[in-house]
């Protein structure tokens, strides 16, 4: 079954904090792992994804951790800011393509000023 | 360049009812899927259509059903609705089957009563 599981539910950060959310999966077919940035009233924004030929993938404040063996991987987000508040969605597919997304649960993110 | 555009932004349905949701997809991009996102959890993916054909489905009984027309706008249709379809529904559009990524509508929020 094509599951991908997400961590924590919510979470709270100091401004300039570090904000971690983990998420899990089982398929191992799986070849693209993209996180969305939701804010209320919004669809979901593509905010940076990765390939499991990479272990690690930095964008600005945005990191994506990636540890094929565990099949887990996670999204840091450095100096957290205020703005950064919103629902935050890992996803999978296949076929490197970025298809058929499965989503996480989603990670509700407070960043307090 | 324009985003994906969705219309309604709210509806209310009687329970057996049939509905009809619009997307205008952004210009360029010849695939388009759906997503039904219930409150408070992640997008499931309802099905995609690639070139006026529907190339994938997720797990939804065939009630949920879809159009492409060729300028590659799109209708996600459900008939005899439940209380339970009630839900954000979300348009994504991309070119290439989502292989250069996807751009989210900001959802039509059905409500059936």
């Known amino acids: 079954q094509q599951q991908v599981k997400q961590s924590p539910q919510s979470l709270i950060v100091q401004k300039g904090g570090i904000s971690i959310i983990n998420c899990a999966y089982e398929?191992?077919?799986?070849?693209?792992f993209p996180w969305y940035q939701q804010f209320p009233g919004k669809g979901p924004a593509l905010l940076i994804a990765?390939?499991?030929?990479?272990s690690e993938k930095k964008e600005g404040r945005f990191t994506i951790s990636f540890n094929k063996s565990a099949k887990q991987f996670s999204l840091h987000i450095m100096d957290s800011q205020p703005g950064d508040s919103a629902t935050y969605f890992c996803?999978?597919?296949?076929?490197?393509?970025?298809?058929?997304?499965?989503f996480g649960g989603g990670t509700r993110l407070m960043v307090k000023p | 360049e324009t985003g994906v555009t969705q219309s309604p932004t709210h509806l209310i349905k009687t329970r057996g009812q049939q509905v009809t949701l619009r997307c205008s997809s952004q210009?360029?991009?010849?695939?388009v899927s759906w997503y039904q996102q219930a409150l408070g959890q992640g997008p499931q993916f309802i099905f995609q259509?690639?070139?006026?054909?529907?190339?994938g489905r997720g797990n939804f009984p065939p009630r949920f059903s879809g159009l492409q027309f060729p300028n590659y706008s799109s209708e996600l249709n459900v008939n005899a609705l439940e209380l339970d379809d009630s839900a954000l529904y979300l348009c994504?559009?991309?070119?290439?089957?989502?292989?250069?990524?996807?751009?989210f509508g900001s959802g039509t929020r059905l409500t059936v009563v």
């Open positions: 990765i390939r499991p030929d990479v």
């Open positions: 398929n191992t077919a799986f070849d693209y």
């Open positions: 259509y690639y070139r006026e054909e529907e190339n």
């Open positions: 210009s360029g991009h010849n695939t």
């Open positions: 996803a999978a597919s296949l076929n490197n393509a970025g298809n058929m997304l499965t």
């Open positions: 994504a559009s991309s070119l290439g089957q989502g292989k250069f990524g996807y751009t």
